[in-house]
Structures are given as structure tokens and as C-alpha cells.
């Protein structure tokens, strides 16, 4: 009810089996959103929808980012990586290689709730 069909928009969330990454699509897909969830493992999303579309990729590949970041409004990116010592690089690894995937792909929207 008073969904303005102008505002959906087309999202890849990367992190989609995570608690925030899940939380996001829920929410997405309950405001009329179009998901493409990216990641590790399909088998772990359990939700279906007919707005949801679930595909395994690897983030650290920007090959496989660009493929599936083609034709989208927006990334949101809800990844989180258990704590190394002494720095947690696969946050800034990740972000770079998707940043270089949207260029290419021509999104220019990207929201980062890293955990």
C-alpha cells in the first residue's frame, strides 16, 4: 500500500547469509526491492521469493562481481570477516575489488554495513 513502483530498485547484496546480510534482504524484498544475493554458499539462504534470485560467487573475485553486478541500481555489501591478528585486511581487499567491479558495471550506489 502506497509503494511508489518509481523507487524499486534492482540490489546485489553481498553477505546475504550473514544475520545484517539477511536482515537487509528481508527487508528489501518487503519494500518491493529486485535481490540478486551473492554468496559463498546457496545452500544457506533458505528464503525464497519471487524477487530473490540466489547466486554463488567468490567476493574477492572481480570477474565474477562484474557478471553479477551488471544491471543493477545498487551493491549493498553486508560482509563480515572473523578478527586476524594484527589487522583484518579482507574488508579493504573486498571493498577495492568491488568498487573496481561497479565501475565497469556502471553502479554507482554502494551501502557498506561491514561487521
Known sequence: PGRNKEREMKLAILGATGRTGLEAVKQALAENHT??????????????????????????????????FSGHDAIVSCLGFPPQKPTVTGYLEVTKKVVSAMKSSSVSRLVVCHS
Request: net charge negative; proline share 3%.
Open 35 to 68: 535481490v540478486t544475493a551473492i554468496v559463498r554458499n546457496p545452500a544457506k539462504i533458505t528464503l525464497a521469493h519471487d524477487n530473490l534470485k540466489v547466486v554463488e560467487a567468490d567476493i574477492f573475485d572481480e570477474e565474477a562481481l562484474k557478471s553479477q
